[in-house]
C-alpha cells in the first residue's frame, strides 16, 4: 500500500518512523516533510493545506491511505474534501471530518459536548465583543489565576493563564477589542483555574471501537521548573508514574466512553486519533482540552511503545475492525527532550547547520523543524530536534537523552534540563 502522510513536525517524523516497519507499507510519502522523514520515505513539496495539490499527489502516487498529522487541515475539511471527490472518495482518511474536528477547532464546541455528556471539565463561559462587560464581570466571580482560551486555532498559542484580576481584564480585551489571536479569538472562553498536575490520554478509533494508547505528560514552558511563556512542548515523558491503575481506568470510564458515546449519539462518525489533554485533581480526571490528532511531543515518546503494526492499526480504523488488532505495550519508560532554537517560542532565526546526529548512541532522533541543504541538515523552525530514549526507569531514559541532547550542536541550541522534575 502507498501512504500519504500529511505534516512537517516531530509528530510526524515519529509516524513516519512507525510506519516506514510495516511489512504491509509499499511506498510513504510525507507531504510537505522535514530532513528527517526524507530518511523513511519521500517528501512531497506540498502544503497540507493545499487540498487540490494533495488530489493531484494521491492520483499520480496510487495513494491507497492518507494520514493526517497537523489539526489545522482537519479543522479545514480534508476529510471531507476526499468524501466530496469522486476521484478520491475510495481512499480512506485517518483524521475526523470538519464537524468532528470540531472537538479541536472550537473551543466553545468542545465545552459545551463536554457538558452535555457529563464529562468532568473546568466551569467556563464563552463572550464574545458583544459581551465584553459580562466577561469582565464573570473574571470578577472566579478565584485567581484566570484562564482565558481563544475560541479557535492559535498555533498553540491561544491560551492564556493570567495571575491578576488586571491583567485578565486586559488580556479578555486584547483577545476579543483588538483580535489578539485574529479569527481564533473572536470568542473567548473564560474559566476556572484548575489545580493538579496535567497528562494526556490517546485513543484510536473506528467509530465505533477504540484501543487506548500510552498516556504521557509533557512540558510546555520554556524555562526551569515550568516557568516562562507556553510553547509548543519542550519534552514528555511515558508512562505517567501517579497515572497507574485505578486513575487510568477513570480515565477510560468518565472520559473516554462518555466522548465516544456522545459523538455517537451526536451521529459524527469519528475515525481517527483523540487526544485528551487532562488535570488529574485530587484523583478526579478533568478534561483540559481535546485535539483531533495526537500531540506533540508525546507522540515522540508514545510511538515508541505501541508494539503492533501501524499500517495494520491504521487499515483497521478505515475498514471498522478496530476490535480485531491486537497491541501492546512496551512496559519500558520513554523520555524524549525537546532541542529548540534561540529566542523561541518569540522570534529565532533559521538555517543554522546541525552536527553530531552521526554521533548519537541508544536514541531516537525525531526531526521537528529541519530541513536538507546542499547535503547539510540545518534548523527550521522553533522547536527542532526530539531525543527520545527507553529505559528501565525514568531516569535512565531521561539520562541517555540528556547525554545524547549534548552530542547534537547548532548555534543557539537550547533545552530543558528538568524534564520530569516533579514525577
Same mark, same amino acid.
Given at each position: 500500500?502507498?501512504?500519504?502522510?500529511?505534516?512537517?513536525?516531530?509528530?510526524?517524523?515519529?509516524?513516519?518512523?512507525?510506519?516506514?516497519?510495516?511489512?504491509?507499507?509499499?511506498?510513504?510519502?510525507?507531504?510537505?516533510?522535514?530532513?528527517?522523514?526524507?530518511?523513511?520515505?519521500?517528501?512531497?513539496?506540498?502544503?497540507?493545506?493545499?487540498?487540490?495539490?494533495?488530489?493531484?499527489?494521491?492520483?499520480?502516487?496510487?495513494?491507497?491511505?492518507?494520514?493526517?498529522?497537523?489539526?489545522?487541515?482537519?479543522?479545514?475539511?480534508?476529510?471531507?474534501?476526499?468524501? @466530496?471527490?469522486?476521484?478520491?472518495? #475510495?481512499?480512506? =482518511? $485517518?483524521? /475526523? %471530518?470538519?464537524?468532528? &474536528? !470540531?472537538? +479541536?477547532?472550537?473551543?466553545?464546541?468542545?465545552?459545551?459536548?463536554?457538558?452535555?455528556?457529563?464529562?468532568?471539565?473546568?466551569?467556563?463561559?464563552?463572550?464574545?465583543?458583544?459581551?465584553?462587560?459580562?466577561?469582565?464581570?464573570?473574571?470578577?466571580?472566579?478565584?485567581?489565576?484566570?484562564?482565558?482560551?481563544? @475560541?479557535?486555532?492559535?498555533?498553540? #498559542?491561544?491560551? =492564556? $493563564?493570567? /495571575? %491578576?484580576?488586571?491583567? &485578565? !481584564?486586559? +488580556?479578555?480585551?486584547?483577545?476579543?477589542?483588538?483580535?489578539?489571536?485574529?479569527?481564533?479569538?473572536?470568542?473567548?472562553?473564560?474559566?476556572?483555574?484548575?489545580?493538579?498536575?496535567?497528562?494526556?490520554?490517546?485513543?484510536?478509533?473506528?467509530?465505533?471501537?477504540?484501543?487506548?494508547?500510552?498516556?504521557?505528560? @509533557?512540558?510546555?514552558?520554556?524555562?526551569?521548573?515550568?516557568?516562562?511563556?507556553? %510553547?509548543?512542548?519542550?519534552?514528555?515523558?511515558?508512562?505517567?508514574?501517579?497515572?497507574?491503575?485505578?486513575?487510568?481506568?477513570?480515565?477510560?470510564?468518565?472520559?473516554?466512553?462518555?466522548?465516544?458515546?456522545?459523538?455517537?449519539?451526536?451521529?459524527?462518525?469519528?475515525?481517527?486519533?483523540?487526544?485528551?489533554?487532562?488535570?488529574?485533581?485530587?484523583?478526579?480526571?478533568?478534561?483540559?482540552?481535546?485535539?483531533?490528532?495526537?500531540?506533540?511531543?508525546?507522540?515522540?515518546?508514545?510511538?515508541?511503545?505501541?508494539?503492533?503494526?501501524?499500517?495494520?492499526?491504521?487499515?483497521?480504523?478505515?475498514?471498522?475492525?478496530?476490535?480485531?488488532?491486537?497491541?501492546?505495550?512496551?512496559?519500558?519508560?520513554?523520555?524524549?527532550?525537546?532541542?529548540?532554537?534561540?529566542?523561541?517560542?518569540?522570534?529565532?532565526?533559521?538555517?543554522?547547520?546541525?552536527?553530531?546526529?552521526?554521533?548519537?548512541?541508544?536514541?531516537?532522533?525525531?526531526?521537528?523543524?529541519?530541513?536538507?541543504?546542499?547535503?547539510?541538515?540545518?534548523?527550521?523552525?522553533?522547536?527542532?530536534?526530539?531525543?527520545?530514549?527507553?529505559?528501565?526507569?525514568?531516569?535512565?531514559?531521561?539520562?541517555?537523552?540528556?547525554?545524547?541532547?549534548?552530542?547534537?550542536?547548532?548555534?543557539?541550541?537550547?533545552?530543558?534540563?528538568?524534564?520530569?522534575?516533579?514525577?
Amino acid at each position: 500500500m502507498n501512504i500519504l502522510l500529511l505534516g512537517s513536525g516531530g509528530r510526524e517524523h515519529a509516524l513516519a518512523w512507525k510506519l516506514a516497519q510495516s511489512p504491509l507499507l509499499t511506498s510513504l510519502f510525507i507531504a510537505p516533510g522535514n530532513a528527517g522523514t526524507a530518511s523513511t520515505g519521500t517528501n512531497l513539496p506540498v502544503a497540507v493545506n493545499d487540498f487540490q495539490a494533495i488530489r493531484e499527489a494521491c492520483i499520480s502516487h496510487q495513494i491507497g491511505m492518507v494520514i493526517v498529522g497537523p489539526e489545522d487541515p482537519l479543522v479545514h475539511g480534508i476529510h471531507d474534501f476526499f468524501l @466530496d471527490n469522486p476521484e478520491l472518495r #475510495k481512499i480512506p =482518511v $485517518i483524521g /475526523p %471530518t470538519r464537524q468532528a &474536528a !470540531m472537538l +479541536e477547532g472550537s473551543k466553545d464546541f468542545a465545552k459545551a459536548f463536554l457538558r452535555k455528556y457529563c464529562i468532568p471539565t473546568a466551569f467556563s463561559h464563552t463572550f464574545t465583543i458583544q459581551t465584553l462587560a459580562e466577561g469582565i464581570a464573570f473574571l470578577r466571580t472566579l478565584d485567581p489565576p484566570y484562564v482565558l482560551k481563544a @475560541d479557535g486555532l492559535a498555533a498553540g #498559542k491561544g491560551v =492564556v $493563564i493570567c /495571575p %491578576t484580576m488586571d491583567e &485578565a !481584564m486586559a +488580556e479578555l480585551t486584547a483577545m476579543l477589542s483588538d483580535a489578539k489571536f485574529g479569527e481564533a479569538s473572536s470568542k473567548v472562553v473564560i474559566e476556572e483555574f484548575l489545580e493538579g498536575i496535567e497528562l494526556s490520554a490517546f485513543v484510536v478509533t473506528d467509530g465505533t471501537h477504540y484501543r487506548i494508547f500510552p498516556e504521557a505528560k @509533557d512540558y510546555k514552558k520554556i524555562g526551569i521548573g515550568d516557568t516562562g511563556p507556553n %510553547t509548543g512542548g519542550m519534552g514528555s515523558i511515558s508512562p505517567v508514574p501517579f497515572a497507574r491503575g485505578n486513575f487510568l481506568e477513570q480515565v477510560e470510564r468518565q472520559v473516554i466512553c462518555p466522548t465516544l458515546d456522545g459523538l455517537q449519539a451526536e451521529g459524527i462518525i469519528y475515525k481517527g486519533f483523540i487526544f485528551f489533554g487532562l488535570m488529574n485533581v485530587k484523583g478526579v480526571p478533568c478534561v483540559i482540552e481535546y485535539n483531533c490528532r495526537l500531540g506533540d511531543p508525546e507522540t515522540e515518546v508514545v510511538l515508541p511503545r505501541i508494539q503492533a503494526d501501524f499500517v495494520e492499526l491504521c487499515q483497521a480504523v478505515a475498514d471498522g475492525t478496530l476490535d480485531r488488532v491486537e497491541m501492546d505495550l512496551d512496559p519500558r519508560f520513554t523520555a524524549s527532550v525537546m532541542l529548540v532554537s534561540e529566542g523561541y517560542p518569540g522570534s529565532y532565526e533559521k538555517g543554522k547547520e546541525i552536527t553530531g546526529l552521526d554521533q548519537v548512541t541508544g536514541s531516537l532522533v525525531f526531526h521537528a523543524g529541519t530541513k536538507a541543504v546542499d547535503g547539510r541538515i540545518v534548523t527550521n523552525g522553533g522547536r527542532v530536534l526530539a531525543v527520545t530514549s527507553f529505559g528501565k526507569s525514568l531516569e535512565e531514559a531521561l539520562n541517555r537523552s540528556y547525554e545524547n541532547a549534548e552530542k547534537i550542536r547548532f548555534e543557539g541550541k537550547y533545552y530543558r534540563t528538568d524534564i520530569g522534575f516533579d514525577l
